[in-house]
């Protein structure tokens, strides 16, 4: 496993057994998607139904995904969270993040097209301050039996 230098360094130097590193990244965006009335449409519809469509919405998302510098943080029942300028330095991560939203648009209406429920999204976009955190703990490696 390959660790930043600053923590690398401290592995070494035997400073600690809980190691720390703070950087802060200068440009990042988050965008967070979410199906709207989410609860009414699975009431309509049924959840597992509802389940299944959210799922095949975010996999179409994912497909793109890879086209632009996002990187998917993850989704969860009727979220899907990415953010751009996280594991690399992008200039403007705020014109990539809405490149990428305006995308999602176009998943959207494909996928409404050819679905029996259809969908409305929210898209949320932040700018936040955001620091890399890594934290390192050494393990003491047990076995019982």
């Known amino acids: 496993m390959m660790f930043p230098k600053i923590i690398a360094d401290k592995i070494l130097n035997g400073k600690s057994n809980i190691i720390s590193s703070l950087e802060k990244v200068d440009d990042v965006s988050v965008m967070t998607v979410c199906v709207a009335d989410y609860s009414n449409l699975a009431m309509t519809n049924g959840e597992l139904l509802m389940a299944n469509s959210v799922n095949n919405f975010f996999s179409e ?13 993850r989704s969860y029942g009727d979220r899907y969270v990415v953010a751009c300028g996280v594991t690399e330095n992008i200039k403007n991560s705020c014109e990539e993040i809405i490149k990428f939203a305006k995308s999602v648009l176009r998943v959207l209406e494909k996928f409404n097209s050819s679905s029996s429920i259809q969908f409305k999204i929210k898209i949320g976009i932040d700018y936040p301050n955001i620091y890399k955190f890594f934290v390192l703990k050494e393990f003491n490696l047990c076995r019982s039996v």
């Not at 497909?63 to 998917?72: P, Q, S, W």
């Open 61 to 73: 998302i994912d497909d793109i995904a890879r086209l632009f510098k996002v990187v998917k943080i």
